[in-house]
Antibody
Framework: EVQLVESGGGLVQPGGSRRLSCAAS????????MVWVRQVPGNGLVWVSR????????AYADSVKGRFTISRDNAKNSLYLEMNSLRDEDTALYYC??????????????WGQGTLVTVSS | EIVLTQSPGTLSLSPGERATLSCRAS???????LAWVQQKLGQAPRLLIY???SRATGIPDRFSGSGSGTDFTLTISRLESEDFAVYYC????????FGQGTKVEIK
């Protein structure tokens, strides 16, 4: 059974940093692109970042470029999101999801439960 | 960037009724790259439909997707209690964008 479990959320001050983790199980982790998607409570879904199977290709939404870094450790079946220079508008529920690839994009077939990041002083 | 507009914002229906949800793209998109996602309150999103009309693993056949070009539809043939949720369409061909969602609520 495919499982994705996020952790690392919490309260952080504006300008601060936070590292999110996503533990994957039930599939060959290194074979899949992975993404982070966020959702402001009560609002819609927004793609944040993606990474390919071996970690050599990454991409970011403009809103987080230069502040967030996605990475993965295939030996630990784990995905990460390092978030720096956090802003109020980064407050959201952060999901990791597995990508079924179509070219460099694709749909998300499994999602984690999410971890909440609150940026506030 | 392709913008997806969903309608209606809220659909109030009774169990057993048919639900028809619309997703309109700002420009023509390949049906290969259109998905529908369900999100229940407090739960993770769940893939329902990909490629505009293919059901994901384990999705009951009361859910169906159709459409092409700029107009796509998710139909739930007979609503069951567990189907009351928010539904998002998603484009995944040239970027990843989501519609703003349609809430299906109990009338």
């Amino acid at each position: 059974e495919v499982q994705l479990v996020e952790s690392g959320g919490g309260l952080v001050q504006p300008g601060g940093s936070r590292r999110l983790s996503c533990a994957a199980s039930g599939f060959t982790f290194r074979s899949y692109w992975m993404v982070w998607v966020r959702q402001v409570p009560g609002n819609g879904l927004v793609w944040v970042s993606r990474i390919n199977g071996d970690g050599s290709i990454t991409a970011y939404a403009d809103s987080v470029k230069g502040r967030f870094t996605i990475s993965r450790d295939n030996a630990k079946n784990s995905l990460y999101l390092e978030m720096n220079s956090l802003r109020d508008e980064d407050t959201a529920l952060y999901y990791c999801a597995r990508v079924i690839s179509y070219g460099i994009w694709g749909y998300f077939d499994y999602w984690g439960q999410g971890t909440l990041v609150t940026v506030s002083s | 960037e392709i913008v997806l507009t969903q309608s209606p914002g809220t659909l109030s229906l009774s169990p057993g009724e048919r639900a028809t949800l619309s997703c309109r793209a700002s420009q023509s998109v390949s049906s290969t790259y259109l998905a529908w996602v369900q999100q229940k309150l407090g739960q993770a999103p769940r893939l329902l439909i990909y490629g505009a009309s293919s059901r994901a693993t384990g999705i009951p056949d009361r859910f169906s997707g159709s459409g092409s070009g700029t107009d796509f539809t998710l139909t739930i043939s007979r609503l069951e209690s567990e189907d009351f949720a928010v539904y998002y369409c998603q484009h995944y061909g040239t970027s990843w964008t989501f519609g703003q969602g349609t809430k299906v609520e109990i009338k």
